[in-house]
């Protein structure tokens, strides 16, 4: 049966209709028609759980999922990243319930929570949701951690995001640029220069690659301090290939007008 049967009036099914529907038989169903299905559900699940105010609520509408989920994960994920462009409580919600249903939930599914907050700069519920990865013994990656950092960086909480690199070593997860970048733009958002070049040297010691963005912060946060000579030690350390990269505007230009200035 075809989801534009006239049966349906030519209208799309309800989420109701849905799933009081009785499965159809794998042999007569064409893959556009289970492939369409699958959208008009999830998509009928979406706009439902978009209106349910609780947990309550958000089970009803879960129930007949749910063991789908189990099999696909990856269906979790598609509702979790489109709640939690706009309703990020009711994305909370909907994993409280997969776990109370014994559904897994796994560190894509938090990660996506994770970016959310990040976009937001909200890092203490990050923060929080990145602890209750570890109760609930879902890994936590490096995409986890750099979701952490960059919610520090946007939410200026710049010490916070150092310990979050400390973390990292404990958790054994690799450091890379993207986190290491967000640390240290926090730091120089904060006008911490000390701090930015000390992770800039942690970085070299680890072998963490740096790139313009990694020095465009440092020296930025010098220029904030009025650390001159800093900012032009830092210019020297550069290779002609990431100085090329600043280009001759910017905070590249700034600098060297100010160490003029000061006579350095």
Known sequence: MAINSPVYGGAKPTLDCLCSLRPLNPEHVTPSEALAMSQLTREGVLAALQRSPDASAVAQVLNPVLEGWSRSPEQATWILSRLAKGHLPTSLLVMEVMRMQNVQVNTVHMNTL????????????????LDDMALQEVSQDIISFSSVITACEKGHAWEFAMEMLEHMQVAKVQQDIICMNSAISACEKAGC?????????TSQEMAVRQDTVTFNSCISACEKASEWSRALHLLGSMSGRLVDRLGPGGILLFCLQQICQAGL
């Open 114 to 129: 994770l970016h959310a907050y990040a976009r937001r700069g909200n890092w203490l519920a990050a923060a929080r949701l």
């Open 193 to 201: 220069w000390a701090a930015a070049l000390s992770l800039l040297a």
